[in-house]
């Protein structure tokens, strides 16, 4: 089955201890990317990998790290959470970079930083 | 500044009326829009899309409408059922082929 996979689904932290979000697809999709959902104000993008090894910042990358390399994987690491990470994180992906159009998303990630 | 605006965060529609969800933007550089279902606990899906030289794209029972001159896209859904139930995302895609997002639109089917 086609599917984007996130790891944890539900994450409870502290201020300052470094957690990682996995994401994986199982598409062979070239582009990955990371988005935060806060209430009323939709999706906004961290950051995106147009390919292996290739990665770009999006609206909102303060805070966050990511990597690529491999193609089916992108992690997305808080390296000291703050309370203002607490949001709903997606992860997404889409066949191509230049047509971004059509995104696979995963089920979200719901993290709260105390 | 919200480059993408759904000014209605909810919506009541009858089983079986048509339900209309609207969406504006500011950017008229924007190439490409699209529409996105979410249910509760559930990552977004894609239900259709349309490029800025249509004015109407239409997928069964979802038809969209584009009016590139009042920068304004609207989801026409025909009839409504309870299934439809959910939150609705407009997005465009920019120049650099990254989507802006919309912050959704909730809409109610009452049986």
């Known amino acids: 089955e086609a599917q984007v996979t996130q790891n944890p689904r539900y994450l409870i932290t502290v201020t300052g201890k470094k957690l990682t979000v996995t994401c994986s697809q199982n598409m062979n999709h070239e582009y990955m990317s990371w988005y935060r959902q806060d209430p009323g104000l939709g999706l906004r993008q961290i950051y995106y990998?147009?390919?292996?090894?290739?990665?770009d910042k999006g609206d909102v990358p303060e805070g966050y790290k990511v990597s690529r390399k491999e193609k089916r994987n992108f992690p997305l690491i808080l390296e000291s959470p703050s309370p203002n990470q607490t949001s709903l994180y997606f992860c997404?992906?889409?066949?191509?970079?230049?047509?971004?159009?059509?995104?696979?998303f995963g089920p979200g990630t719901r993290l709260t930083v105390t | 500044d919200q480059q993408v605006k759904q000014n209605s965060p909810s919506l009541s529609v009858q089983e079986g009326r048509i339900s209309i969800l609207n969406c504006d933007y500011t950017n008229s550089m924007f190439d490409y829009f699209l529409w996105y279902k979410k249910y509760p606990a559930e990552g977004p899906t894609f239900l259709i899309s349309?490029?800025?030289i249509k004015d109407k794209n239409e997928d069964g029972r979802f038809t969209v409408f584009l009016n590139k001159s009042a920068k304004h896209l609207s989801l026409h859904i025909v009839p409504s059922q309870p299934g439809d139930s959910a939150v609705y995302f407009c997005?465009?895609?920019?120049?650099?082929?990254?989507?802006?997002w919309g912050a959704g639109t909730k809409l109610i089917i009452k049986p």
């Open positions: 990998s147009m390919n292996v090894e290739v990665t």
């Open positions: 997005a465009a895609r920019d120049s650099n082929y990254q989507l802006i």
């Open positions: 997404a992906s889409s066949l191509s970079g230049t047509f971004i159009g059509e995104q696979y």
């Open positions: 349309i490029s800025s």
